[in-house]
């Protein structure tokens, strides 16, 4: 079956500028992640949603990040006023539920700001 | 404060030995461990758990071990294949508390595998 997929594969985008980064968890996973991966870094977790209970946020390192996830499927991350440092790969994972720690990631969306 | 420490960039072995990989924990309170696999490009498959109420886990080439009292785990691929290069991410989290679904990751080692 699918797996978890993510768009756009790359995005190159300018300081100042908002970007919005999609993922499309595994069908019927009611878990869903977001990470980040820094070069030279491993994974820094930013935020998960379970079903229809409230996100934890905790991960997020500012509040130009945000995310949600509509109907419970689909999720959005979105940076306002990017920076350099906001350069990394995201990555998405979903799991069927959060009891479950293995989680299964997508390809990642690889963002460089100018 | 990075809880999960993989103190080796990168690992060169030859095709056929054991390869090693290591990594170290600094908070008692994980008790779930993972190793996810990453070749360029692609996202982290995950490769190998194992719960603290184990000392091992052995799944085909690959076997975990785990030393609470050291706050150690090691990977074992035993025998090294060329498709085994790829970046080994060590992955922790604590099942009993509210960061259930939060995995904290090392930094990774990338091993390359030589004919």
């Known amino acids: 079956g699918a797996g978890v997929s993510q768009s756009p594969s790359n995005k190159v985008t300018e300081k100042g500028k908002d970007v919005e980064l999609r993922c499309d968890p595994i069908?019927?996973?009611?878990?869903l992640y977001w990470y980040r991966q820094s070069l030279g870094q491993g994974l820094e977790f930013l935020i998960y949603?379970?079903?229809?209970?409230?996100?934890?946020k905790s991960g997020l390192p500012s509040d130009r990040f945000s995310a949600e996830r509509t109907g419970g499927s689909v999720s959005t991350l979105t940076i306002q006023r990017t920076q350099q440092e906001d350069s990394a790969v995201y990555l998405c994972?979903?799991?069927?539920?959060?009891?479950?720690?293995?989680?299964?990631f997508g390809p990642g969306t690889r963002l460089l700001v100018l | 404060d990075q809880q999960v420490k993989q103190n080796s960039p990168s690992l060169s072995v030859q095709e056929g030995r054991i390869s090693i990989l290591n990594c170290d924990y600094t908070?008692?309170?994980?008790?779930?461990f993972l190793w996810y696999k990453k070749y360029p490009a692609e996202g982290p498959t995950f490769l190998i758990s194992?719960?603290?109420?184990?000392d091992k886990n052995e799944d085909g080439r690959f076997t975990v071990f785990l030393n609470k009292s050291a706050k150690h785990l090691s990977l074992h691929i035993v025998p090294s294949q060329p498709g085994d290069s790829a970046v080994y991410f060590c992955?922790?989290?604590?099942?009993?508390?509210?960061?259930?679904?939060?995995?904290?990751f090392g930094a990774g080692t990338q091993v390359v595998v030589t004919p």
């Open positions: 994972a979903s799991s069927p539920q959060i009891a479950q720690e293995t989680q299964y």
């Open positions: 069908s019927g996973h009611t878990a």
């Open positions: 949603f379970q079903g229809n209970s409230a996100p934890d």
């Open positions: 908070n008692s309170m994980f008790d779930y």
């Open positions: 194992i719960s603290s109420i184990k």
């Open positions: 992955a922790a989290s604590a099942r009993g508390s509210d960061s259930w679904g939060k995995l904290q």
